[in-house]
């Protein structure tokens, strides 16, 4: 379905890119993995590899392929029995993904993570690591939840909101969501044949979700609601967001070079102003370091990270991942941000060259104390507030 007015497509300028797949694309319809699918999947990744572009896959299709494997052919209600099924079937996801990829020589790694992996700040920081260093050495990770090990109370329940929190996660760009329908239309298109469909919208927009009401296939899980919903989601850290049929011939690839095809939901805010703005907003201050005024400089100016030999003291009881506000030798603060290191490490290293971290401590987690990517500078000090 492509967009009238044929202003081009979000994906065309973005450098990352989220693409979360569901389970009766993957499965097709429950049948088994669809290794057609994954092999198009695979080859058009690797072409935006060749490109320069950095993609994380968010695949569904776990349970129901357990399902097929396991011979069940309906979905069980307990929740060991899906626990079960996710175990079974994950292993068929990720043999069929690594070999589909290996044909074009890309490397892949699989990634499952829970509710908490994503609120806790320190597994927030982990988590985001882990990605950024998999995508900067070329391998595409492979995201699914935890569904082995996740009870009702910790889980995400669904992969349209995982795909927006690891778009938040690695900041990126755009989240392309494919599904069996073409996009979101007025009302569900399989009990209203003559719904309208929507080409284009603003992340967030209330009258979008009262489109998407309606429960999803007999496959999936989240139908059109929490596609709508992880738009908005993603928008808070500045993603636009893609829902488009996973039917539709070399999809990504035409996405990619600009064709306006499936609904775009757009974010509002730039990248970096919705994630000062989150910063500012979500996060209590746990402490504070006294920086040198050359670090003062390199923060404040030079838009460096800051590393722990420009710092002087340390104040407060913080833990690997708390924000802390960075203040000069006269107290006034000049930035805050998301520490690396604890309080008692802090105390450890400071006026210290970042060389002598892992001798001192006898781990090395990061060379920066407060990354500047974690940080937000005093001339934004209006958002500090
Ligand atoms: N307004 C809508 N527009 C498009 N599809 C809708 C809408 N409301 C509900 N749906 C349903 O959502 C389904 C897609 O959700 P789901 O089955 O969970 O897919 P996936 O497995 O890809 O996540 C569609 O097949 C459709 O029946
Ligand atoms: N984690 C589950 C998928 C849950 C899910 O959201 O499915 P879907 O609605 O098809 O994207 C699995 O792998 O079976």
């Not at 927030?124 to 995508?135: E, G």
């Not at 893609?242 to 306006?260: C, F, K």
Request: charged content about 20%; some cysteine; glycine content about 10%.
């Amino acid at each position: 379905m492509t967009r009238p007015d044929l202003s081009p497509s979000v994906a065309q300028d973005a450098q990352r890119l989220v693409l979360k797949v569901g389970s009766s694309l993957v499965t097709n319809e429950g049948k088994g993995i669809d290794l057609e699918a994954v092999a198009q999947w695979a080859e058009q990744i690797a072409g935006l590899h060749a490109s320069g572009r950095q993609l994380v896959l968010v695949s569904s299709g776990a349970i129901a392929e357990g399902m097929a494997r396991l011979g069940w052919p309906r979905r069980p209600k307990l929740m060991s029995e899906l626990q079960a099924a996710a175990a079974v079937g994950q292993m068929g996801l990720i043999q069929a993904y690594e070999a589909a990829f290996a044909r074009h020589g890309v490397r892949t790694a699989q990634i499952l993570l829970t509710h908490e992996d994503l609120a806790d700040r320190r597994r927030y920081l982990n988590a985001r690591s882990t990605l950024n260093t998999l995508l900067a050495l070329g391998v595409v990770p492979i995201v699914n939840e935890n569904d082995t090990v996740v009870t009702d109370e910790i889980r995400v329940g669904d992969n349209d909101t995982l795909g927006a929190l690891v778009t938040n996660l690695i900041e990126a760009d755009v989240l392309v969501i494919l599904t069996d329908q073409s996009g979101l239309y007025s009302a569900d298109p399989r009990k209203h044949p003559d719904a309208r469909f929507i080409h284009q919208g603003q992340a967030g927009d209330p009258a979008l979700e009262a489109m998407a009401g309606g429960s999803g296939s007999a496959i999936g899980t989240g139908g059109m609601l929490t596609k709508v919903l992880a738009a908005r989601r993603a928008a808070n850290s500045g993603g636009h967001t893609i829902i488009a049929s996973g039917r539709e011939s070399a999809v990504l690839r035409r996405l990619a070079s600009g064709e306006p095809i499936g609904t775009e939901l757009r974010a509002v805010l730039p990248v970096r102003s919705a994630r000062q703005r989150w910063m500012a907003n979500h996060l209590r201050l746990r402490g504070r370091v006294t920086l040198d005024a050359g670090a003062v400089r390199a923060l404040t100016q030079s838009h460096r990270s800051l590393l722990p030999i420009g710092v002087i003291a340390v104040e407060g009881d913080f833990e690997r991942g708390d924000v802390v506000a960075c203040v000069d030798e006269h107290g006034v603060e000049c930035g805050r941000g998301l520490i690396n290191y604890s309080s008692a490490d802090t105390a450890r290293i400071l006026r210290q060259p970042s060389a002598r971290i892992a001798e001192i401590l006898g781990h090395l987690a990061d060379p920066e104390l407060i990354h500047r990517d974690n940080m937000i500078v005093a001339r934004m000090r209006r958002d500090i507030g």
